[in-house]
């Protein structure tokens, strides 16, 4: 563990129940920030600071019953979704947003209201309130890493999804260049950490200036009822690659003619190439994202995991999961090769930004979140968060392929034979039901 997050551990445990208030009151807004960790001036605004005596004895007598839940930690947006409304269906979830909050506020209370319920994932947004108030962005970002030791302290096993802080606007006090610096101190925090799933619900809510797009917010801060779909349908493939959603097998049957490349429940036909030389850069980049390679071609028959664990068969899901450095490419390839005209079906899923692809005997068609990362953003039935239909029909060296219908290209030239592939670049990506059919 680093030093600083030892001392922060230390000084955490001394004084997380310190307080000026009453000892009677261990839930009341301490009246001075002294001895107490982290940085930045608490909230004082009346409103505040009655949500905060109000709401937290309720959590407290709510322990019990709320043990192993998914908690959400935040602020007004996350106290937005309230009782989450039917969303995330059979979850168990419990909602620690208080309006007004500041990472501060939320490391204070961390150990009662989140880590007291030993939650079986922990669902972050926070930081908005901090730029509002003047606290500098670096002081945002150490708060931060005192919250994520808190919680590795308590659980290293904790699965943590860190949600991008969202757009709003300077006339809010919230600059983009602000949020973004943010952002990129908390990626930088977790950068590397397996335990922690980065979401980028930044691109997901960001209009083209860079600022809150007013048709998800109420008022370029709090989200309305289609800016919590929308959320909801960003987190919902997380939870599913959990295991908290979708746990059902897919019971698909492909149709006459068509064979199954993915037996829904392991790898089996499909492994690694090997990994052609790379140019080294001159001057190394410390920050650069890591590339596995593989000296030899490796086959996953049999296991439901890739080696590096990028790769994971759930549930009838062939699952490209977020890399913990941000970004990082592996390709995973059909151990059989295909020469006649085909086609080829499936679906895809794709968390916000995400950055996929499918190749098709060895050239690459892209497959991402399209209305986000591109290049087909202007598709009309593409759906943000669901599954996406993607058909392939290959006629001699000529590849033409659909999304739900819609054209994304009819003249890809590929080879007269090869594999199909599929490749993890950023995000997390599930394809399922592939099926081909040689014609």
Not at 77 to 83: L, P
Request: net charge neutral; glycine share 8%.
């Amino acid at each position: 563990m680093h030093k600083a997050a030892q001392l922060f551990l230390l000084a955490f445990a001394a004084t997380a129940f310190v307080s000026t208030a009453s000892a009677d009151d261990k839930f009341a807004l301490p009246v001075s920030e002294e001895g107490l960790p982290g940085e930045g001036a608490l909230r004082r605004y009346e409103a505040y600071v009655k949500k905060w005596t109000d709401m937290r004895p309720k959590w407290a007598e709510q322990v019990e019953q709320n043990q192993g839940t998914v908690v959400f930690l935040g602020d007004s947006i996350t106290q937005g979704w309230g009782d989450f409304k039917g969303r995330f269906s059979g979850m168990k979830l419990a909602n620690r947003g208080i309006g007004g909050d500041t990472t501060r506020g939320m490391l204070i209370r961390l150990q009662q209201d989140v880590l007291a319920l030993n939650p079986s994932a922990i669902v972050m947004l926070l930081g908005t309130n901090d730029i509002e108030v003047g606290i500098e962005a670096e002081a945002i970002g150490r708060n931060f890493e005192k919250i994520i030791a808190a919680i590795k302290q308590d659980n290293p096993k904790t699965p943590i999804v860190l949600c991008r802080m969202f757009p709003s606007s300077a006339s809010k006090n919230r600059p983009k260049q602000t949020i973004q610096r943010v952002n990129v101190l908390y990626e930088a925090t977790v950068k590397g950490d397996p335990q922690i799933t980065v979401i980028d619900t930044w691109t997901l809510f960001a209009a083209e200036s860079g600022d809150a797009d007013p048709q998800w917010f109420r008022d370029l801060l709090h989200l309305n009822a289609a800016g919590y779909d929308r959320w909801a349908a960003a987190l919902h493939p997380i939870f599913a690659t959990l295991g908290y959603v979708d746990t059902a097998v897919d019971d698909f049957t492909p149709e006459p003619g068509y064979v199954s490349l993915f037996n829904g429940k392991d790898l089996t036909g499909w492994g690694v190439h090997v990994t052609p030389p790379r140019k080294q850069p001159k001057k190394p980049n410390p920050d650069a994202p890591t590339f596995p390679e593989f000296k030899e071609a490796r086959a996953f028959d049999g296991k439901t995991v890739s080696d590096d664990g990028r790769y994971v068969a759930i549930n009838g899901r062939l699952v490209v999961t977020t890399p913990a450095e941000g970004r990082r490419i592996q390709q995973l390839w059909t151990t059989e090769e295909f020469g006649e005209d085909l086609e080829l079906k499936l679906e895809f899923r794709a968390t916000p930004n995400a950055d996929s692809g499918v190749f098709i005997r060895k050239p690459q068609l892209q497959c991402r979140d399209f209305l986000l990362a591109g290049p087909y953003k202007e598709l009309k039935e593409y759906r943000v968060g669901g599954w996406n239909e993607l058909i392939v029909t290959v006629k001699g060296n000529v590849a033409i392929a659909t999304c739900n219908g819609e054209l994304l290209t009819d003249n890809m030239v590929v080879p007269d034979s090869g594999p199909i592939g599929l490749e993890g670049d950023r995000g997390q990506i599930e394809y399922r039901r592939i099926r081909l059919k040689k014609n």
